[in-house]
C-alpha cells in the first residue's frame, strides 16, 4: 500500500462500506429495468419526486407508468420503448453500496452492453420465465465470461405470468445453468422473482414458498467489490515517460503487484534493467513518504539509470519478468459490422502498446446466441471467436489464466475499438517452452551468437558450417548482402548449398547476375520454382497482377511465390544463411547473428547482421563482386520486377518494395516466424 | 487503498491516457468544485504541471466571487489560462426556453474557442451521477464535426481502453471524473484541501449546490456551512444536485437537446 496518511478517513462509514459495480443482463423485455426500479423503489434510493415526475410525465403521454421509465431517461429511448445505453444508478443497502448499471439488451446495443459489463463487479442475469432462455440471454452470459465477470446470479422474472411454478422455475434453471456451465461459470444463486409485484426482490412471498434461497436484496448483498491483485508479479505498463523538470519520471498505473524503491526491474520487450530509485508524488511534501505502492495505484517512477522506455512497454520485476510475443492466440467478440476475416489487418492493444496486427487464422468462430453451433470461417457482428494474430514487432503480454489485467487484447479496426478478448496462447513463446527441439535449439543459437561475434563475416560462415552438423542452405535473391556471402562461402569451398527461389517474376538483370555469378565462382546455384499447380490457381484466382490489388492478395502471391518453396529448399535443413542485415527496415532491426528458427528445427545465421550498406558496397567493390546492375540504377532491396522500384536518395533502403502498401509490413514472409506467414 | 485513492487512480489514469493519446487538449476550467477536482488531480498526473491550458468559457455573467477565485488560483497555480468570451444571446436557437437559451450560449462559444485554437481534445469535469443523459457518457466521447453528440452511435469502451482517433476537424470530450459522485468530491475537495469558491457553503439558510450563470442559477436551502456538514448533507438528502439549474427543469428533454448539440 501507499504509505500516504489520509486523517480522519477511517472514521467516514461512507468511504469504509464496500462498493459493488453490478451489471443487470439478459434478453430485451426480460425485465431489467423493472428490476431496477424496483430495487430503487424499494430501498429509498430514488430523489424526492423523481417517481412523482415520471408518473406524471406518462400520464401526459397516456402510457400507463412503468418503473421502467426511471432508468429510461433520454426522449428517445421512451419512444422506442427500449434502453439504448448504459445508466449507471446508485443504490445502498445497510451493507454496502452497489452502482447499478443497465444495459440493453437489445442485440444492435450490445456494443453498449459490453461498455457497461465491462466496468462490474458481478452480474444479475435476468430471464423470463414464460419466454424462458432466449438468444441475449446466452450472448450475454457468454459475454460475461469473455469479460471476466465472475460473480454471476441468475434472477428468473415475472414468475407471475407462469403462476408461479415452480415446474417451469427448475427448467429453466436447469437450462441456463448447462449453458453457463459450459464455459466455467457457475451462479452464485438462481432466484424466482416478479419485479412488477416484488416477490422476492425484498422479501420472499408466499407465492414463492417452495422457493429456499436468497432473494434478490440478499443475493447482492453476497457480492464483493474487486480486488485489486496485489499478490500477482508486478505489471506496470508505461503510459509515458515525462520530463517536465530535471526529473526523468516513468509514468503509469500498476495493473498487478508491488513495486518498492531498490527494486530491479525488467522491461519487456526490450529486457532492460534498471533499479528504482524514486516514487515520485505531488504535492512535494509527499515525495519521500512512498517506499512503496501497490496495484491500483497510478504512480510515477525514477530509474538508476537511463534507459530507453516508451509508452507501450511493460515493467515488471527482474525476478518475474513478462512474456513477450509477436503471435498472439486469443478468445474474442467482435463488434463491427463488418465480420472479422483471416488477413484483416488489425490495430493490437496490450495495456498501453499498441501495434499493427494481421490475423493469421480463425477458429471456433460462433454465435454464442445459438443453441447449434454453425462454425463460421469469420468472426461476425456480436460473434466469438479464436483468433491468432501475427504482429509487426514483438509486444509484452500475459496468458489471461496468469494476470487477468495485462493477458487481455483489444481490437481496433477502421479507427474505432471493435473487438476484445482473453489471450489464451503465445503459439511462438508455447513452440520455444514446448516443443523438444527448441530449448536446446535455443541455447544453441545464443552460444553461437557469443561464440561468432567477434569473427569477420567469413570466419563466422566457417566457424558456423564447423559448428552446425548437416545440410547446411544458403538462399541468395542476388542482392548485394548476398553476393558478398555467396563470394565468401565460395571463395572459402565452404560444403553449404546455394539456392535460389525462382519466381518467375525476377528482373532480367537478375537473371544476368545470377549467370554471371556461377560462372565467376564456378558452381551452380540450385533453383526452386513454385509449385505449378498453386501457381496456376493462384494466377487464375487474381490475373496475372493481380497482387496490387490489396495487401492480402499480394501475400497470397508472395506464398506461392516464395514462402512454399523457401520451406521446400529448408526441408531437412540443420542450418540457413541469410544476407540479412539488421539496419534494412525497423522490422529487421530484431535480427541477430545467429536465431533459432523453432518451427523449421534449425539455426539461422545472418553473417553480415551488423555490416551497413556501406561496408558490403566497399567489399563487393574490393573483391570485383559480380552486382546486379539495378543497383546502379537506385534499386536497393531487389524482389521480384514488379513489387520492386528504385528508391530516392535518403529514403530507407526497403521502400521501394510494395511501396503501394503501408510500411509496417514490408516482409513476405521468408523472414518472419513460421505460422505468421501463412 | 481506500475508494478515494481508486478514483483518484482512475482519474489519473485517463488524463495520462489523454495526453499520450491527442495531439492538442485543453482542459475545460467552470472554476466550479469539479473542474477544480480536476486541475488538482491533473497536477497530481504530471507531478504539478498542468501541461495544456485551463480553458474559461465565459458567459460574462457569473458570480464575482467565480472571477475573483479563477484570478487568484490560475496564478497560485501557475496555469496558461485561456478566456473565451460567448456570443451573444440573439444568434441563439429561439426554440430553446429562455433558460436553456441562455446556457447554450456557452455551446456556442465553446465551438468558437475549438475553432480558433484547434483542439483536439477538450477535458470536461462531467459526471455521470450528476444527470440522467451524462450516465450515457463514454469516458473518450468523441464528438462529431458540429461538436454533436450522438448517443446512439457511441463507440465500446471497455477495460480503460479509449478510442481516441478522430477524423480531421472533429474533437474529443475527455471527462476524467466521469465515475465520481457529488459526495466524492467533496471528500476529496476536504482530504486534499482543494480551495472552493464560498458559495458553496450555506448563508442565511442557503447554498449553492452546482454553480453556473448567476441569472439562471439558485442557491438550495441548506445549513451546510462547512465541507464536512455538506458530506453529511449528501449523505441523507435527496434533492437532484442541478436542481438549482433553471435550465435543467423547463421542459423534460431541456438538457438532452442541449448536450446533443455539444453542451457539456
Redesign the interface.
Known amino acids: 500500500m501507499n504509505a500516504r496518511v489520509s486523517p480522519g478517513l477511517d472514521a467516514n462509514a461512507a468511504l469504509s462500506r464496500p462498493l459493488v459495480r453490478i451489471v443487470i443482463v439478459g434478453h430485451v423485455d426480460h425485465g431489467k429495468s423493472t428490476l431496477i426500479g424496483r430495487l430503487l423503489a424499494e430501498t429509498g434510493s430514488l430523489p424526492d419526486g423523481k417517481l412523482e415526475q415520471l408518473k406524471a410525465v406518462s400520464a401526459r403521454r397516456g402510457m400507463p407508468f412503468e418503473l421502467s421509465f426511471l432508468l429510461d431517461a433520454l426522449q428517445t429511448e421512451r419512444d422506442q420503448g427500449i434502453t439504448i445505453d448504459t445508466s449507471q444508478i446508485r443504490f445502498r443497502t445497510p451493507s454496502r453500496d452497489f452502482i447499478l448499471i443497465d444495459a440493453p439488451g437489445h442485440a444492435e446495443f450490445l456494443r453498449n452492453m459490453i461498455t457497461g459489463a465491462s466496468q462490474a463487479d458481478a452480474a444479475l442475469l435476468i430471464v423470463d420465465a414464460a419466454e424462458g432462455v432466449r438468444e441475449q440471454t446466452r450472448r450475454h452470459g457468454y459475454l460475461l465470461h469473455l469479460l471476466g465477470v465472475r460473480q454471476v446470479v441468475v434472477v428468473i422474472n415475472k414468475m407471475d405470468r407462469v403462476g408461479y411454478d415452480d415446474g417451469r422455475f427448475r427448467e429453466i434453471d436447469a437450462e441456463i445453468s448447462a449453458h453457463l456451465g459450459g464455459f466455467g461459470v457457475k451462479p452464485a444463486a438462481v432466484i424466482p422473482i416478479s419485479a412488477r409485484h416484488g416477490d422476492g426482490v425484498v422479501t420472499k412471498t408466499a407465492a414463492i414458498d417452495w422457493y429456499a434461497g436468497p432473494t434478490v436484496v440478499e443475493a447482492l448483498d453476497q457480492f464483493a467489490p474487486a480486488q485489486p491483485a496485489t499478490a500477482l508479479p508486478l505489471r506496470l505498463p508505461v503510459q509515458a515517460v515525462y520530463k517536465f523538470d530535471d526529473r526523468r519520471i516513468v509514468a503509469g498505473r500498476i495493473e498487478s503487484g508491488r513495486i518498492a524503491i531498490g527494486d530491479e526491474i525488467a522491461v519487456a520487450p526490450s529486457g532492460k534493467r534498471a533499479r528504482v530509485r524514486s516514487i515520485e508524488s505531488w504535492p512535494a511534501a509527499d515525495t519521500g513518504m512512498t517506499v512503496a505502492a501497490s496495484a491500483g495505484r497510478s504512480i510515477g517512477i525514477t530509474l538508476d539509470r537511463e534507459l530507453f522506455i516508451a509508452r507501450g512497454d511493460l515493467i515488471a520485476l527482474a525476478a518475474a519478468s513478462a512474456p513477450s510475443a509477436q503471435l498472439i492466440k486469443a478468445r474474442i467478440f467482435w463488434l463491427h459490422d463488418e465480420p472479422l476475416a483471416a488477413g484483416a489487418v488489425v490495430s493490437v492493444q496490450v495495456g498501453t502498446a499498441e501495434v499493427r496486427g494481421t490475423v493469421t487464422a480463425i477458429e471456433n468462430s460462433v454465435d454464442p446466441g445459438e443453441v447449434v453451433q454453425t462454425h463460421a470461417r469469420t468472426i461476425g457482428q456480436n460473434h466469438v471467436g479464436d483468433i491468432e494474430i501475427a504482429l509487426a514487432a514483438p509486444i509484452a503480454v500475459d496468458l489471461y489464466e496468469n494476470n487477468r489485467r495485462t493477458g487481455r487484447v483489444v481490437l481496433e479496426y477502421a479507427g474505432r475499438i471493435a473487438g476484445g478478448g482473453l489471450v489464451l496462447a503465445l503459439p511462438g513463446e508455447a513452440k520455444k517452452a514446448v516443443a523438444a527441439v527448441a530449448a536446446p535449439l535455443i541455447a544453441r543459437a545464443v552460444e553461437l551468437s557469443r561464440g561468432l561475434a567477434d569473427l569477420d563475416a567469413a570466419g563466422r560462415l566457417a566457424a558456423f558450417r564447423h559448428e552446425v552438423e548437416g545440410r547446411i542452405a544458403f538462399t541468395t535473391s542476388f542482392g548485394l548482402e548476398d553476393q558478398v556471402v555467396a563470394h565468401m562461402i565460395c571463395e572459402a569451398g565452404l560444403d553449404i548449398d546455394l539456392v535460389t527461389l525462382d519466381t518467375g517474376r525476377l528482373f532480367p538483370e537478375t537473371y544476368a547476375t545470377w549467370e554471371e555469378t556461377e560462372q565467376r565462382y564456378g558452381r551452380r546455384i540450385r533453383a526452386i520454382y513454385p509449385r505449378h499447380t498453386e501457381l496456376e490457381a493462384l494466377v487464375q484466382a487474381q490475373g496475372i497482377n493481380g497482387f496490387y490489388r490489396s495487401r492480402e492478395a499480394r501475400a497470397a502471391c508472395c506464398d506461392v511465390r516464395k514462402v512454399e518453396p523457401l520451406n521446400r529448399a529448408l526441408a531437412g535443413a540443420t542450418g540457413w544463411i541469410t544476407g540479412l542485415r539488421a539496419d534494412q527496415s525497423a522490422h529487421r532491426e530484431q535480427i541477430g547473428l545467429v536465431a533459432a528458427d523453432p518451427g523449421r528445427g534449425l539455426l539461422k545465421l545472418s553473417p553480415l547482421h551488423d555490416w551497413a550498406r556501406e561496408a558490403v558496397r566497399g567489399f563487393a567493390g574490393a573483391h570485383a563482386v559480380p552486382y546486379n546492375p539495378l543497383h546502379a540504377k537506385g534499386f536497393a532491396s531487389i524482389g521480384c520486377a514488379p513489387c520492386t522500384r528504385a528508391i530516392g536518395p535518403g529514403e530507407p533502403e526497403r521502400a521501394g518494395r510494395w511501396w503501394w502498401e503501408d510500411e509496417s509490413k514490408k516482409e513476405c514472409g521468408l523472414h518472419t516466424a513460421p505460422g505468421a506467414a501463412r | 487503498?481506500?475508494?478515494?485513492?481508486?478514483l483518484?487512480?482512475?482519474s489519473?489514469?485517463i488524463f495520462?491516457?489523454a495526453?499520450?493519446r491527442m495531439k492538442k487538449l485543453a482542459l475545460l476550467w467552470s472554476l466550479g468544485k469539479d473542474s477544480n477536482v480536476m486541475i488538482w488531480l491533473a497536477?497530481?498526473?504530471?507531478?504539478?504541471?498542468l501541461?495544456f491550458p485551463a480553458m474559461h468559457v465565459d458567459t460574462g455573467k457569473k458570480f464575482p466571487e467565480m472571477y475573483a477565485f479563477r484570478d487568484r488560483y490560475a496564478r497560485e497555480w501557475n496555469l496558461d489560462l485561456i478566456v473565451e468570451e460567448c456570443p451573444p444571446l440573439e444568434g441563439i436557437d429561439p426554440t430553446l426556453p429562455p433558460a436553456a437559451r441562455s446556457a447554450a450560449r456557452k455551446t456556442e462559444g465553446l465551438k468558437l474557442a475549438l475553432a480558433k485554437h484547434g483542439f483536439d481534445g477538450l477535458i470536461a469535469g462531467i459526471r455521470?451521477?450528476e444527470e440522467?443523459?451524462r450516465?450515457?457518457e463514454?469516458v473518450f466521447s468523441p464528438r462529431g464535426l458540429e461538436g454533436n453528440w450522438d448517443?446512439?452511435d457511441?463507440?465500446?469502451?471497455?477495460?480503460d481502453?479509449f478510442?481516441a482517433?478522430l477524423p480531421a476537424g472533429a474533437h474529443l470530450r475527455v471527462h476524467p471524473i466521469l465515475h465520481w459522485?457529488e459526495?466524492d468530491i467533496w471528500?476529496y475537495t476536504r482530504?486534499e484541501g482543494i480551495p472552493i469558491i464560498p458559495l458553496y457553503l450555506a448563508r442565511n439558510g442557503k447554498r449553492y449546490r452546482s454553480l453556473g450563470d448567476a441569472d439562471i442559477t439558485n442557491p438550495v436551502p441548506s445549513q451546510a456551512r462547512t465541507i464536512d456538514e455538506i458530506?453529511a448533507e449528501l449523505?441523507t438528502t435527496?434533492?437532484?444536485e442541478r436542481s438549482g439549474r433553471a435550465m435543467d427543469h423547463e421542459a423534460?428533454?431541456t438538457f438532452?437537446r442541449l448536450r446533443a448539440s455539444g453542451y457539456l
Do not use: C
Request: net charge neutral; glycine share 2%.
Open positions: 487503498m481506500d475508494r478515494l485513492d481508486e483518484e487512480a482512475q489519473i489514469f495520462r491516457e495526453f499520450a497536477r497530481k498526473a504530471f507531478f504539478g504541471h501541461p455521470r451521477d440522467a443523459t450516465a450515457k463514454r448517443v446512439r457511441q463507440p465500446p469502451e471497455f477495460w481502453h478510442n482517433r459522485t459526495a471528500t482530504r458530506i449523505d435527496k434533492t437532484p423534460e428533454d438532452e
